[in-house]
């Protein structure tokens, strides 16, 4: 048995980290911050690898468990676990975060130990909500991960940061505290905030069907789901370019992993009563937000709205309450967070050479930036669901498992896959390709040797995810098995 303290560190490394940022603090040592930045980022990710190495994947028990008396009088624990899931999602947070400190290294150059220090904290309390296995606990890391994004967002942002800010930290903040609610009531019937042992709790269908409405409004406003979703583009055309890529790739992410940790498991009943509820918020979010993507000028935003139809596909495959529609939806979230970071770089790239989002100001790009191009080409092919990017994968066992369901929720599911063709690649013909009409673009630089390799780590990434996606999808099966088998038993 592995003894070492993986998750601890792999919660507490990045925000010590973030913290010795900080206490280097001013502009003029920026230099030192970005190094013990990308130090702290990258130790971070390397104690996540073992959670991988030494990973049993024939079980759906938690592995890596630590748990320690936190508050006796109201069993409170310092819980933490991981299963086939959860632990896919502390690799990804703490990947990317190496990424957002690669990505801001030359481009931020005011505060930078405090935007440095902000996104290293910020990951450490991700993993922490990924691998709470206490109530309370979860809820703690849940809501603290807001603190750094609002900072990010306010502080870093664009000209209506702080409108966006705020919205952001409320909606998430409101759709909490029911939240908040509930882990409270499941304490009362249970007197322990175990969120295992929750799981075993027999709860009455009028109970479940309030439990499900708390917890769906806080988990439905993180993802975002339709129609709670107004506050994700705003939150992105305002947030830096790294405030971007982790909102998308990583912060949505908690939202839908909710639904599985929680919802599904400790009101099953409910999940399926409501599962056509969910399904019809899933589909409009898939095509409805589809159509909003196509008529975007600013490409930002276009993205923003790309991931919500995208995320939309993630909760329609985990209400099939299938073995394809749910590991489809966990390989989707898997993709989306390399997709969607790679969309906002690109973006991010050309933001910081013409300091403008809006597609009108582009056009002829490939004729200065070549190497740029065929970067965003294939990250463009992925978020479209090219196959043989990682972009395919999940839709493709979504819809596979929606037609064995019913054909006709197959077919509308399968709308995205034209929609997102549409909308991704018109952008990248009106930005890319065509005659250069703006002076601006014919001076632009192409990707200088960071940019480059950036990229290329996250389009590696992409294809390999997309060939071989079996080691992905072998990580979780147990434990997506065993959830099902735990829905399908019912309480009543």
């Keep these: 048995m592995i003894s070492m303290p993986y998750?601890?560190?792999?919660?507490?490394?990045?925000?010590i980290a973030g913290l010795?940022?900080?206490?280097?603090?001013?502009?003029?040592?920026?230099?030192?911050?970005?190094?013990?930045?990308?130090?702290?980022?990258?130790?971070?990710?390397?104690?996540?690898?073992p959670l991988w190495l030494h990973f049993d994947a024939g079980t759906s028990a938690m592995q890596f468990v630590e748990r320690t008396e936190w508050v006796p009088r109201f069993d409170l624990h310092y819980y933490l676990g991981v299963d086939g899931i959860s632990m896919l999602f502390v690799l990804l947070n703490s990947l990317m975060t190496v990424f957002v400190v690669w990505a801001g290294w030359e481009v931020v150059q005011t505060r930078v130990a405090q935007y440095m220090g902000a996104f290293l904290i910020q990951s450490g309390l991700i993993n922490g909500a990924f691998?709470?296995?206490?109530?309370?606990?979860?809820?703690?890391?849940?809501?603290?991960?807001?603190?750094?994004?609002?900072?990010?967002?306010?502080?870093?942002?664009?000209?209506?940061?702080?409108?966006?800010?705020?919205?952001?930290?409320?909606y998430t903040l409101v759709g909490s505290l029911l939240m908040l609610v509930a882990l409270i009531y499941l304490y009362t019937v249970s007197e322990t905030f175990s969120i295992l042992d929750w799981y075993q709790v027999p709860l009455s269908m009028k109970v479940q069907l309030l439990l499900f409405v708390a917890f769906f409004l806080a988990f439905a406003v993180k993802v975002p789901m339709w129609p709670v979703h107004t506050w994700l583009p705003d939150a992105h055309v305002e947030a830096p370019t790294g405030g971007s890529v982790i909102l998308a790739a990583i912060t949505l992410k908690i939202g839908a992993y909710g639904f599985v940790r929680f919802i599904l498991p400790i009101v099953?009943?409910?999940?399926?009563?409501?599962?056509?509820?969910?399904i019809t918020l899933s589909l409009i979010a898939v095509i409805y937000i589809g159509f909003v993507a196509l008529v975007q000028g600013d490409m930002k935003k276009l993205i923003a709205y790309s991931s919500i139809s995208h995320m939309g596909f993630v909760t329609l495959g985990f209400f099939l309450f299938s073995q394809l529609g749910v590991?489809?939806?966990?390989?989707?979230?898997?993709?989306h967070g390399f997709v969607s970071a790679a969309m906002f770089l690109c973006v991010g790239v050309m933001y910081d050479r013409m300091h403008s989002r809006q597609i009108a100001d582009y056009g002829g790009v490939v004729n200065t930036m070549p190497k740029f191009a065929a970067f965003m080409m294939l990250f463009a092919m992925a978020n479209s669901g090219l196959p043989a990017t990682s972009g395919f994968v999940g839709e493709f066992?979504?819809?596979?498992?929606?037609?064995?369901?019913?054909?006709?929720?197959?077919?509308?599911?399968?709308?995205?896959?034209?929609?997102?063709?549409?909308?991704t690649l018109w952008m990248y013909k009106r930005v890319i390709f065509g005659a250069i009409a703006n002076d601006r673009v014919r001076s632009l630089i192409d990707l200088d040797r960071r940019e480059f390799w950036m990229l290329a780590a996250l389009a590696a990434l992409v294809i390999a995810m997309g060939v071989w996606p079996k080691p992905i999808v072998d990580v979780m099966h147990a434990s997506v098995a065993n959830l099902l088998a735990h829905v399908a038993q019912s309480k009543l």
């Design 268 to 278: 099953p009943d409910a999940s399926r009563y409501l599962s056509g509820f969910v």
């Design 7 to 15: 998750l601890s560190l792999a919660v507490w490394l990045p925000i």
């Design 327 to 335: 590991e489809g939806g966990l390989v989707q979230m898997i993709s």
């Design 131 to 170: 691998c709470a296995l206490d109530g309370i606990l979860f809820y703690m890391f849940f809501e603290a991960m807001l603190i750094p994004m609002y900072i990010i967002i306010g502080v870093w942002g664009g000209p209506n940061r702080v409108y966006a800010a705020v919205k952001f930290f409320l």
């Design 397 to 423: 066992l979504v819809i596979l498992a929606a037609v064995k369901v019913n054909f006709w929720l197959g077919l509308l599911a399968a709308v995205t896959l034209i929609l997102g063709a549409a909308y």
């Design 20 to 49: 010795a940022v900080l206490a280097v603090g001013r502009d003029r040592d920026a230099g030192a911050a970005r190094w013990i930045a990308l130090l702290g980022a990258l130790v971070g990710f390397l104690v996540t690898l």
